[in-house]
């Protein structure tokens, strides 16, 4: 199937591990050029460098902090200086870390606020003009399955997953007649580093390993294992695709059934 992404310009962010890179590698695939940014120079220098390499096509890394303003503004400046526009806008951040409400600190939630749901919409104001000037555009955010069913233990993010989630639909509405798209991809437990970094800490408090930890995932998820980056990846290509056109005010799960809502 030809997903009509060849010579499109997506900026990703966060795009120099996890999901991000993996989103990233399958649009490079597709014949997408692309804008990465992360907080770790040296990091996305190297993915960047990669990608490029292993699929020949255009790269440009921009290193950039999403919680700030004025990095979002001269991110996506650049990838329109780079390239002329940005078609396609994936959100991505580091999540929120963990804890109750006993626990959280109000500094920890105006934290979580502009990382997780304030970075998206702020992305989304700074490419939406060229978007809707060109009548093709395609907006995805990257949310988690906490937005649907909450997390224990994550209160921030299924507060914030959620917030986002409502943007989202709405703004598609708004959007939907200029051509331009706006879906959410909810990843479940999912193979990064941000998952083996939540293991270890959820761990150390039960005073297990992070293996053993893992383990209580995979046993709650009906398929029984940890999905593959590629196996996200590969829905969220989909749907900023041209063959993903009639899609929009979505919210969908790559989770491997542990949503357990009918719909």
């Known amino acids: 199937m030809d997903l009509g992404l060849k010579d499109k310009v997506a900026l990703v962010a966060a795009g120099s591990r996890g999901l991000g890179r993996a989103v990233a590698e399958e649009l490079a695939a597709e014949g997408a050029s692309l804008v990465l940014c992360a907080r770790e120079a040296k990091t996305l220098d190297e993915t960047a460098a990669a990608i490029a390499q292993n699929y020949n096509t255009h790269v440009l890394a921009v290193p950039a902090d999403v919680t700030v303003i004025d990095d979002i503004k001269r991110l996506v ?7 002329g526009r940005i078609d396609i806008l994936v959100t991505n951040a580091g999540g929120p870390p963990a804890g109750s409400f006993e626990t959280l600190t109000r500094e920890q939630w105006d934290e979580a606020i502009r990382l997780t749901l304030l970075s998206a919409v702020e992305l989304a104001r700074q490419v939406l003009p060229g978007m809707k000037q060109r ?14 069913q909450p997390v224990e233990g994550l209160l921030l993010s299924n507060s914030m997953r959620a917030g986002l989630t409502g943007f989202a639909r709405t703004l598609a509405n708004e959007v939907a007649a ?11 437990y999912t193979r990064t580093e941000r998952l083996d970094e939540l293991a270890q800490m959820l761990a150390d408090k039960e005073g297990i390993s992070a293996n053993e930890f893992r383990g209580k995932w995979e046993q709650e998820i009906p398929m029984r294992r940890l999905a593959d980056p590629r196996e996200f990846a590969a829905v969220a290509t989909f749907l900023v695709s041209e063959r993903a056109s009639y899609i929009t005010g979505t919210s969908i799960q790559v989770d491997g059934g542990w949503i357990k809502s009918l719909l």
């Open 77 to 83: 400046e650049a990838g329109n200086e780079r390239f």
């Open 135 to 148: 009548h093709w555009g395609r907006i995805l955010n990257i949310t988690s399955i906490a937005a649907k």
């Open 178 to 188: 200029d051509g331009v798209t706006v879906n959410n991809i909810m990843p479940g």
